[in-house]
């Protein structure tokens, strides 16, 4: 009998479970989207419309009528509501409650991609730190906080992508019912803007038709007949109801964002904001897709799937351009794909560094941080010691906090250039590792200390401030409080501060256009004038005021009792 010294061992490594990339990345985005102040309250638009719009599903028990303030608007499609108004339902309503949705869609996504990565490039290292670079996007990060549509729309379209390649991997044509599902979800989120995702997968599913067969497969269509049954359902309703007004008011606000100019910022908007709403990642993604244009060992890494890789995005990205209304958070849907580049350039730059060629250019990077992150050491000192010249709308207490942050980030930035500047004393392939390390973690501790601080996650602690005093408090709590609000003269602001008041007066009464006898009102600024005698101003937000009757303030107040 062999003694169990002559037994062959095999040395035990977590890093060969099939499990163990997802672990690291649930560790590496969790806090993310976890890590926060005790101070929370929302941000007015579009947060605070889809709060809302889902604490009125909850009062009035209406899963159809998009509404708030009894006003009843058909501009937004209610998926997101519904998610939301389930979230209130089984943890109660509150901000963290509004913004689950989009913090469980954030960390799907991150999976999603670490997958997508694998089946595309088939390398699980650059499919891992693809994963990484998107949970450390900065506007990806402040929109998985928020409860909005955007968050659960990217998931969305990840899970369409995934069910593609996996079906193609697998052979298993059944997993394809997801992708088709998958548009009927977008327009239940997002309405009329899945169709430009809808337009970015034809490159794939057409120029890569011989390789997959999609469009083939009855399971696909399948899949879009199951994925619309929630759509035609809440407009059949929506139309017994209300007649054609809903239809109207949907394709109307897609007319209406086309053709307007309000939010029209040049055709070359995009050019500069995802660059700066995703620093630095989106320059390593345009070297990404650079190197996998020109370089033969980078090309390979996605030849399979370059349809879907380059398509999309490329295809995505001019949309959006010619699309007439512009925002910051439309780009949200290139970020997946911006990542995945990221991570090929990355691992390019990390195979160079250990190989010590293209010293030129990796000086140049890492002098590049190294100066960042001296301009935010030298920045963040200035402001510790008030030499900073005055902001105008930021309190001092804010200065500071943010100085905190931009001096982490300073520091880590500065690092890396410390470690290259090194890296000839050092072993080579741990230089490298450490490089990588003074890039990623300086973002993380970053990210995350934006979240702790409140600068994310806390966007009217005034107001909040407000609520806590305890005779204001008093009355909020306890009881029903009516708005006087004349919808047509409110101006873009004071619009906001509605939004808010509503959420956070837990019993709202009646929404008065004008004055009416009410014991308890929240009056809107360009009515506070017209308030009769004998009311008493509670509390005061940016001209609206908490007015209170004379005589319900006096019986409110207990009265002594009588003794004989």
């Not at 057409?206 to 359902?233: E, K, S, T």
């Not at 301009?375 to 930021?394: D, E, K, Q, V, Y």
């Not at 008493?536 to 937000?541: S, V």
Request: proline share 5%; glycine share 8%.
């Amino acid at each position: 009998m062999p003694s169990f010294q002559s037994l062959p061992t095999e040395r035990f490594n977590l890093r060969h479970l099939t499990g163990f990339p997802y672990l690291t990345l649930l560790l590496w985005v969790i806090p993310l989207v976890i890590m926060q102040s005790s101070g929370q309250s929302l941000m007015a638009h579009d947060e605070g419309i889809y709060a809302i719009q889902a604490k009125s599903i909850i009062e009035t028990g209406d899963w159809i009528t998009p509404q708030w303030g009894e006003q009843i608007n058909f501009d937004r499609t209610m998926g997101i509501q519904w998610l939301i108004a389930l979230g209130y339902m089984l943890f109660g309503i509150s901000e963290n409650v509004a913004r689950l949705p989009s913090n469980l869609a954030f960390i799907g996504t991150v999976l999603l991609l670490y997958r997508i990565g694998v089946l595309i490039t088939r390398h699980r290292w650059i499919a891992w730190l693809s994963a990484a670079i998107l949970a450390i996007m900065p506007i990806a990060v402040q929109y998985a906080r928020l409860g909005t549509q955007d968050s659960v729309l990217v998931f969305i379209e990840l899970l369409a992508a995934w069910a593609m390649l996996e079906s193609e991997a697998r052979a298993s044509r059944s997993l394809l019912m997801l992708t088709g599902a998958a548009f009927g979800w977008g327009y239940m989120i997002k309405g009329f803007m899945v169709i430009p995702v809808a337009i970015a997968f034809l490159p794939y599913l057409i120029l890569q038709f011989r390789q997959h067969r999609h469009l083939l497969n009855p399971w696909l269509y399948l899949g879009l007949i199951v994925g619309w049954i929630p759509v035609v359902g809440w407009l059949w309703s929506a139309t017994i109801k209300y007649g054609m007004m809903p239809l109207q008011q949907l394709v109307f606000k897609l007319f209406y964002l086309q053709e307007t100019t309000n939010y029209d910022a040049g055709p070359l908007y995009y050019l500069w904001n995802i660059p700066a709403n995703g620093f630095p990642w989106v320059f390593f993604a345009i070297g990404g897709i650079f190197l996998s244009l020109r370089n033969i060992h980078c090309h390979n890494l996605i030849r399979r799937h370059w349809a879907l890789a380059l398509g999309f995005p490329l295809t995505l990205f001019a949309e959006l351009t010619l699309f007439k209304t512009r925002t910051h958070y439309y780009p949200l849907q290139l970020l997946p794909w911006l990542s995945l580049f990221a991570a090929i350039c990355l691992h390019r730059l990390l195979y160079l560094y250990r190989h010590q060629r293209a010293k030129v250019l990796l000086s140049t990077i890492s002098l590049g941080f190294g100066g960042i992150g001296t301009l935010l050491i030298s920045a963040a000192l200035l402001g510790f010691t008030n030499r900073l010249p005055a902001l105008p709308g930021i309190e001092q207490k804010e200065i500071l906090r943010i100085c905190g942050i931009g001096l982490t980030l300073g520091l880590g930035w500065f690092a890396l250039l410390i470690t290259w500047l090194q890296h000839k004393r050092q072993w080579i392939f741990r230089s490298a590792k450490q490089w990588l390390i003074c890039l990623l973690l300086p973002a993380w501790l970053t990210l995350g200390l934006l979240g702790l601080t409140g600068l994310w996650g806390d966007y009217v602690p005034d107001f909040k401030a407000m609520l806590r005093d305890p005779a204001v408090a008093t009355v909020i709590n306890h009881q029903t409080v009516d708005f006087i609000v004349d919808h047509k003269i409110l101006y873009r602001g004071g619009r906001k501060r509605y939004l808010i008041l509503s959420f956070y007066t837990p019993q709202n009464g009646r929404h008065y256009r004008e004055w009416q006898p009410v014991d308890i009102a929240w009056v809107d600024p360009n009515l506070v004038a017209l308030k009769p005698d004998g009311y008493e101003t509670l509390a005061e937000y940016y001209g609206w005021e908490l007015l209170k009757k004379a005589s319900t303030l006096k019986s409110a107040i207990p009265q002594p009792v009588a003794t004989p």
